[in-house]
């Protein structure tokens, strides 16, 4: 009786350590992305982090995180972007969401008193977040370290499309 425990005990770690073994990570999208089809208007690089925010780059332009991004002269914005993956879905989905979380003013903003500065950081805000931009996306991964994406502001795509401005192949950097 006590033979037939163990061996069933000793099946059941096997097994598990086998199913850990097979099972593959669970946020491979982690990581920094470099785009490699980047359209004139779309980002250069992409910070997918553990906890769900995300840091875009477009040149020498950094948005999310603590990055502020030019507004307009002298203003600058700080934007909040975050994302969630559907790992259920076929293709996987993903839905990035970004909204103003600070502006910052410097020199070129001198034409606003402190007032309307106040009250514009906080319309901007209060703005955004109401009305957050909001891009549905579709990823699939070619390999550990090649993903596409294909996103819209309209409506999630059904299919990639390398000819698209929303498409974008992306190679992990980091």
């Not at 009786?1 to 061996?7: D, E, G, I, V, Y």
């Not at 990055?67 to 002298?74: C, K, R, S, T, V």
Request: aromatic residues 8%; contains cysteine; negative net charge.
């Amino acid at each position: 009786m006590k033979k037939h425990r163990l061996l069933n005990l000793m099946a059941a770690q096997l097994l598990a350590l086998i199913m850990a073994g097979c099972s593959g990570p669970t946020d491979p999208h982690i990581g920094e992305w470099t785009n490699t089809h980047p359209s004139p208007e779309s980002f250069h690089s992409i910070v997918f982090n553990k906890d769900n925010s995300a840091i875009f780059s477009m040149g020498d332009m950094k948005m999310g995180g603590n990055n502020f991004a030019f507004m307009e002269e002298g203003i600058e914005m700080r934007m909040q972007i975050t994302y969630e993956v559907d790992y259920e879905k076929d293709p996987v989905w993903i839905d990035i969401t970004m909204f103003p979380v600070e502006l910052k003013f410097s020199e070129g903003s001198e034409e606003y008193s402190p007032e309307q500065k106040q009250m514009l950081e906080e319309m901007v805000i209060a703005q955004g977040k109401q009305n957050p931009s909001l891009s549905k996306g579709i990823i699939r991964f070619l390999s550990d370290n090649q993903m596409e994406l294909q996103a819209s502001e309209t409506s999630r795509p059904k299919a990639f499309d390398p000819e698209s401005d929303d498409y974008s192949l992306l190679n992990r950097t980091k």
